[in-house]
């Protein structure tokens, strides 16, 4: 949960709509129409594809930094960085919206960190905020777009890809402000060369509908999918990657993955006709962890994370990452650990912690004259592998049955999580290789390359995470 200590998912703005659902909201569907290609043919498309391509023309216009008709260069430089050793990491941002609030922005309790993208008068204090977590070492910074979704009264779909869209171009121009900043001035982001004048990925933010940590209370898959497809038609001109984040169980995820296809598909169709080519953005998911570290529903990650691989494969979506966020640390730990100790699943990741990526002996029945080929063969089968990432909060446990609407306060913060405990008892322990030190054995996991903070770490925290990975 990027943008809000808790996300603004519950209040309705109609008191008289009980149950969120895509059906009840005012969202604008035309009668389809034609469009022509050619003199001599013409396809049918719906309301949502002339949506769709009317957003993305205007936003390119406005925006002359878009660059979405070409994979990010910056984007592909940091992956293959990534992959060729464990000890690379991506640096993320810390907790949007507790810095919105910290910096004068109101706490709505029922748009919450929405205000900032809403409100116009919030715009510059937005930018300010993501330029901040650039400037002190940030690779990666994640759109204020959480907060824009049905659950907190956003009923109009055209309205809510609009605010997606405006989210996304503010955060764009945040990345390509800071840009000119030397690499060599203290403090500054110098990981990555300039592609053009960006210095850090934009990852468009795609949080739960309803409410964050209440796997009981999603949408049905209808209506989550085509909510979820005009979130994606307004974020989409101006980022690298779709980030699905805080995610209470995989039916959530799978919602994402689903709009994600159908808007590729019928983005493919459109772009056919207009002569145009279309780059798909890959996708990361971050799940949301109770203190027994499984997902909020109770599966275990090493039970979900091979399930996601599969079905992000076969709907054609290039999952590039799995992550952990908006739960207490130690619970990172524990899911990290549960990863660790169930090799069945290393196959699944570019650098599994302090493993050596295995074919399971289940494969191939236990069978030693399996030849070479046919162990190459299932290796070839396999999906695409991921990173593992991990970006915790600051905040005091949370009840089980929280609701944005029964709270009357911002959660509270721990006291106990200064930056240093972070690294030192945390993020060290996820990062590390495993290699002794000093001649002392080291105990930390490995695996988790894909670093940042979420509610409650601000800019400090970054800082420090920057000059310790960096020292690694």
């Not at 000890?87 to 810390?94: A, E, K, M, P, Y």
């Not at 002794?436 to 054995?441: F, V």
Request: one cysteine or more; aromatic letters at 6%.
């Amino acid at each position: 949960m990027k943008t809000s200590s808790l996300s603004a998912m519950a209040i309705l703005t109609s008191r008289s709509i009980s149950s969120p659902s895509c059906n009840n909201f005012l969202f604008r569907f035309r009668p389809y129409h034609f469009l022509l290609c050619s003199s001599s043919s013409r396809t049918i498309r719906s309301s949502s594809a002339r949506f769709h391509s009317t957003i993305i023309t205007a936003a390119m216009n406005n925006n002359e930094n878009t660059k979405n008709h070409h994979q990010s260069t910056l984007l592909q430089t940091h992956l293959e960085r990534l992959k060729s050793s464990p000890s690379q990491t991506l640096l993320l941002d810390g907790g949007t919206g507790e810095e919105l609030f910290l910096r004068g922005v109101p706490d709505d309790r029922k748009i919450w960190s929405a205000t900032a993208v809403v409100h116009s008068q919030y715009h510059s204090i937005l930018r300010s905020v993501h330029e901040s977590f650039i400037e002190f070492g940030s690779d990666a910074i994640t759109t204020n777009s959480y907060g824009i979704v049905p659950g907190v009264g956003f009923r109009d779909g055209e309205e809510v890809a609009r605010l997606m869209s405006l989210a996304g171009e503010i955060a764009r121009k945040a990345a390509t402000a800071v840009s000119d900043v030397k690499a060599d001035e203290p403090g500054k982001n110098d990981n990555t060369k300039e592609e053009g004048n960006a210095r850090a990925l934009v990852f468009g933010s795609l949080g739960p509908l309803v409410e964050s940590y209440r796997p009981d209370l999603i949408m049905n898959r209808r209506d989550g999918v085509k909510c979820y497809r005009y979130a994606i038609e307004g974020l989409y001109p101006h980022i690298d990657v779709f980030l699905a984040e805080t995610m209470s169980c995989l039916e959530e995820v799978c919602q994402v993955v689903d709009a994600l296809s159908e808007f590729y598909q019928e983005e493919n169709d459109i772009m056919k006709c207009e002569e145009s080519l279309a780059t798909r953005h890959p996708l990361l998911v971050s799940f949301t962890l109770g203190a027994d570290g499984k997902i909020r529903n109770g599966d275990a990650v090493v039970e979900v994370i091979p399930k996601l691989v599969e079905y992000s494969n076969q709907k054609g979506i290039e999952l590039i990452g799995v992550m952990f966020n908006c739960c207490e640390p130690e619970s990172i730990t524990k899911a990290l650990k549960e990863i660790q100790t169930n090799p069945q699943i290393h196959h699944h990741l570019h650098h599994p912690p302090h493993s050596v990526s295995k074919i399971p002996e289940s494969t191939t029945c236990g069978n030693p004259e399996v030849s070479q080929t046919t162990t190459q063969q299932i290796m070839s089968s396999r999906p695409p592998k991921i990173f593992l990432g991990a970006y915790a909060n600051r905040l005091t446990p949370v009840d089980p049955d929280w609701t944005l609407e029964s709270s009357t306060e911002a959660q509270g913060m721990r006291e106990d999580l200064s930056p240093e405990r972070y690294w030192n008892e945390f993020v060290r322990q996820w990062h590390d290789e495993g290699k002794e030190k000093d001649g002392m054995e080291n105990s930390s996991i490995g695996g988790m390359q894909l670093i940042g903070g979420c509610c409650g770490v601000g800019p400090d925290y970054i800082a420090r995470l920057k000059t310790s990975l960096k020292s690694t």
